[in-house]
């Protein structure tokens, strides 16, 4: 059964703790992304990568730092730096990054801050 | 309707009639869009795409109509049911227009009334 997975659905942070996110896929995509939804806006793009090892930084990538060993994982951490993390973290993924193409979502992660 | 903007408008229909949704995309260069849905809670589920070469795309209950001219994309849902509750968003892209590709409205609520 072919998707992306995100781990944990919760996780609880407290202050001045860093906390990783985790996120796999098995659709054998090139493309692996990460962003931050808050209540009422849209999706804001943190990281994304392109290829593995290899990633570029979203349009507010301050406080969060991501790695791309393998192809299949994507996991993203949320450092003491960022003064504000309490959201819901969306990961996905596509196949080909240059092409404009569908991205396809896993079902989250809600971060809150203890 | 939404524009990729500030608001969260909300469309209520009653269960059983056709919903509507609106979205206005900015880049005029965009040619690749979507429509994705939201249950809350959820990670955003693909419904249907378009590309800039057609102004209309059928799915099982969904069209997406586009009106490049005034850059307007639109998502209609026949005999809209309990289940289709959720907030819809639409997303433009380029094709080969890099990883980071993909700009994300901030949604239509629709509820569905019994």
């Known amino acids: 059964d072919g998707g992306i997975t995100q781990s944990p659905k919760y996780l609880f942070r407290k202050e001045g703790q860093n906390v990783t996110l985790s996120c796999e896929q098995n659709l054998n995509h090139d493309a692996m992304y990460w962003y931050r939804q808050d209540p009422g806006q849209g999706l804001r793009l943190i990281y994304y990568s392109q290829i593995v090892n290899d990633f570029q930084k979203g349009d507010i990538a301050e406080g969060y730092s991501v790695s791309r060993e393998k192809k299949e994982s994507f996991p993203l951490t949320v450092t003491s730096a960022q003064k504000n993390p309490t959201a819901f973290y969306l990961c996905?993924?596509?196949?080909?990054?240059?092409?404009?193409?569908?991205?396809?979502f896993g079902p989250g992660t809600r971060l809150l801050v203890l | 309707g939404e524009s990729v903007g500030l608001h969260l408008p909300t469309l209520s229909v009653q269960e059983g009639d056709n919903s509507i949704i609106n979205c206005a995309y900015s880049n005029s260069a965009s040619d690749y869009f979507i429509w994705y849905k939201q249950e809350s809670g959820k990670g955003p589920q693909f419904i249907i795409d378009i590309r800039s070469n057609m102004d209309k795309r059928q799915g099982q209950r969904v069209t997406v109509l586009l009106n490049k001219t005034v850059k307007h994309l639109s998502l209609q849902i026949a005999a809209t049911q309990p289940g289709d509750s959720a907030v819809y968003f639409c997303?433009?892209?380029?094709?080969?227009?890099?990883?980071?590709?993909?700009?994300f409205g901030k949604g239509t609520h629709l509820i569905i009334q019994p």
């Open positions: 997303a433009e892209g380029i094709s080969g227009g890099g990883a980071d590709g993909l700009t």
């Open positions: 996905a993924s596509s196949i080909d990054p240059g092409e404009g193409e569908t991205q396809y």
